[in-house]
């Protein structure tokens, strides 16, 4: 059925009305179409007509004004009247519905289903016992089921669209909770890609810091390579965070790449500069990995070098892809028998390379090597679904 934009915004208006205002509008329209008749007509009669019809018409208009704080009353108290009109002669003839229309309308809207069928055959039986004519009875009963039936559809049209309303506030709610667990999980992969970068960095940066006052003296070019792996450390960890940080701006300017599998030679020769010597191999033909999964691999051999370099003692680090059928297995190994470290353990880096891995679908396992000294990392990364 078409809608007219008119139509629409005077519904909006009127919803928003007082109900006190829009109930006692109602009241005085029923009673000047109910008081219409005895003013627009003559008593055939002579003379004016007896008061008793204005008093009953008035009497049956009025109880509308609380037909929502008290339908049934309303009801009654407007039936009542209407039923007692032609007790007197000089009175316009017309039938006195309207007010009771309204009222039963209102029951079958607000009330109970018990509350409205006995109100419904009390109406109708009601009617039936005071009409005059089967014809008027006929007429009436018609209009009053009419009329229940009118409410009982708006009560059906405004519980469907109360359910409409919850079912949408409860989309809105779920869609806010997923996002608000996203910006969770986002915040956590940011701290943790701070993590890796920072303790990497500032891993190489002290080992250097170490090493090149003691080389100063007797070994100048062994001093200032150690001063310029301290720069490159510290420029290569301000683009990896300024990159990082791009994430959190409302409007980020061009974002870098994030480091993966391509960057790790990179990495190696970082470490290498800090005197730890790494051999690295590749076994297998590579194949194709998530983006997540490529940077997770990254950021895992990122930390479990920067592990042996803070922690281990070692002089050699081993790193091993192996990529086979379903997934790349990622083997870093070290020669090393501890310290007493340098710099204080935030007691997360194997978490973090658990976390990563797990996120990815795949597995971590860590501790002492078994064919020697040192320690080993080992991860299974899944390969991307083809």
């Not at 009053?144 to 559809?153: D, E, L, T």
């Not at 006052?213 to 420029?235: E, L, N, S």
């Amino acid at each position: 059925m078409p809608d007219f934009p008119y139509l629409t915004e005077l519904r909006r208006r009127a919803a928003a009305l007082p109900p006190m205002l829009v109930d006692g509008g109602l009241a005085a329209l029923v009673l000047v179409l109910q008081l219409w008749p005895l003013l627009s007509r003559d008593n055939p009669a002579g003379g004016a007509w007896d008061r008793w019809g204005y008093a009953v018409v008035v009497a049956s208009a009025v109880p509308l004004v609380w037909r929502r704080r008290a339908p049934v009353t309303a009801l009654l108290c407007s039936l009542i009247p209407s039923g007692l009109y032609d007790l007197a002669d000089e009175v316009a003839d017309q039938p006195m519905w309207y007010g009771g229309l309204v009222a039963l309308y209102t029951v079958a809207l607000t009330s109970t289903r018990w509350v409205r069928w006995t109100v419904l055959a009390v109406t109708l039986g009601g009617g039936l016992l005071v009409v005059g004519s089967s014809e008027t009875a006929l007429r009436g009963s018609v209009q009053f089921v009419a009329a229940y039936a009118i409410g009982r559809a708006a009560a059906s049209s405004r519980a469907h669209a109360a359910a409409l309303e919850e079912r949408a506030a409860q989309l809105a709610r779920e869609r806010e909770a997923e996002a608000e667990r996203a910006a969770e999980r986002e915040r956590a992969r940011i701290a943790r890609d701070m993590h890796d970068i920072l303790a990497h960095a500032v891993s190489v940066m002290v080992v250097q810091a170490e090493a090149g006052p003691v080389a100063v003296a007797t070994q100048p070019a062994r001093a200032v390579a150690a001063f310029d792996a301290i720069a490159a450390a510290g420029r290569d960890a301000m683009e990896q965070l300024r990159r990082l940080l791009n994430v959190l701006k409302e409007e980020a300017g061009p974002r870098g790449p994030q480091p993966t599998i391509a960057a790790l030679p990179a990495l190696a020769d970082q470490l290498r500069a800090a005197g730890l010597r790494v051999d690295c191999s590749d076994m297998g033909d590579p194949r194709p990995l998530s983006p997540d999964t490529e940077v997770a691999a990254y950021r895992i051999v990122q930390e479990a070098l920067t592990n042996i370099v803070k922690h281990a003692g070692a002089t050699n680090a081993g790193l091993a892809l192996t990529w086979q059928e379903d997934a790349l297995m990622i083997d870093i190994t070290d020669d090393g028998h501890g310290r007493e470290p340098a710099l204080p353990s935030g007691g997360n880096g194997l978490i973090g390379i658990r976390e990563r891995a797990a996120a990815c679908g795949g597995s971590a396992v860590a501790g002492p090597r078994e064919d020697g000294p040192g320690f080993q990392v080992l991860v299974r990364l899944p390969l991307a679904a083809s």
